[in-house]
């Protein structure tokens, strides 16, 4: 639904005896392999040491055929629940740490499970599903070959996803083939009254999606592939104070006063630079 990718543009190994303690240890029973790369193969896991009851992580569907799904983590209350077999503890551990440390508690609370994916480096970053169980709950997808810093950028242009793509924004595609009681984007129905749709009427007007590529508008070249990624960049470059060239043209100050303008987003950028500047 939501995603980040390199356009030419813009770390502690733990051992699992040491694993932080967000992480909880439980048993594993894989189910039957899907397609290859297509869906997650499902885990059943019995999370009996927490008290919470069993439950499968989620199938999802990635377009992009060369990204492999490496391990998948369902997560409650904020902490990933390890399969007893087959994860990259140390790699994985590193990736939560960061979500942890760069995302709001309440955006932590809302990721109802990771899924750690690769492509290699400097192509898909990440991206964020809805899931399909829990109402404005989130499948979190990283690339661990990306650094640290990479990583910490693309989960704020995920959380700006976060905050734009939910059940009460947007409907997805699938859900408006037949109806759109809003404004028709490339990945669904944007509901009248919701910031996607706002963005579009301000900046995306008579604009079709993609955009030509033009840096007076733009911040990134990503950002001009369609309104919610527009967005989503911007608040990125907004929230970080990089991604933006030093002087931003009066089209990126326009971006950067909407979100200025909106009490949401300024509370969401202050949470995520108190929790960077730790």
């Not at 990635?62 to 629940?81: E, K, M």
């Not at 604009?207 to 950002?223: G, H, I, L, M, Q």
């Not at 608040?235 to 990126?252: D, E, I, K």
Request: charged share 20%; with cysteine; net charge negative.
């Amino acid at each position: 639904m939501g995603t980040r990718r390199h356009f030419g543009f813009l770390a502690a190994v733990i051992a699992s005896a040491t694993l932080s303690s967000s992480w909880v240890h439980v048993a594993a029973h894989p189910g039957p392999a899907s397609g290859a790369l297509a869906a997650i193969a499902t885990a059943q896991t019995s999370e009996r040491s927490a008290g919470r009851a069993a439950r499968a992580t989620e199938s999802v569907h990635y377009a992009d055929a060369t990204l492999v799904l490496l391990a998948s983590y369902a997560v409650a209350d904020g902490r990933p629940a390890i399969p007893a077999a087959s994860t990259d503890l140390a790699r994985d551990s590193r990736l939560w740490d960061l979500v942890e440390s760069t995302l709001p508690d309440d955006a932590v609370l809302s990721i109802r499970q990771m899924n750690v994916i690769s492509d290699g480096r400097n192509a898909t970053l990440g991206m964020v599903h809805r899931s399909s169980v829990a109402p404005d709950s989130w499948v979190l997808s990283i690339d661990p070959a990306e650094t640290d810093e990479v990583l910490q950028d693309t989960m704020v242009h995920e959380y700006a996803h976060m905050l734009t793509l939910r059940t009460d924004d947007l409907t997805s595609n699938a859900a408006s083939r037949t109806r759109c009681d809003g404004l028709r984007i490339e990945i669904g129905c944007a509901k009248f009254g919701s910031a996607l749709v706002a963005w579009h009427d301000e900046f995306w007007a008579g604009t079709t999606e993609p955009a030509p590529t033009d840096t007076r508008k733009f911040v990134s070249e990503y950002a001009s592939s369609s309104v919610h990624e527009d967005l989503a960049e911007s608040f990125m470059a907004w929230t970080l104070n990089r991604g933006a060239r030093p002087s931003p043209s009066a089209q990126v100050r326009a971006r950067f006063a909407f979100f200025e303008n909106r009490l949401e987003f300024v509370e969401a950028r202050d949470a995520i630079r108190a929790k960077l500047d730790r």
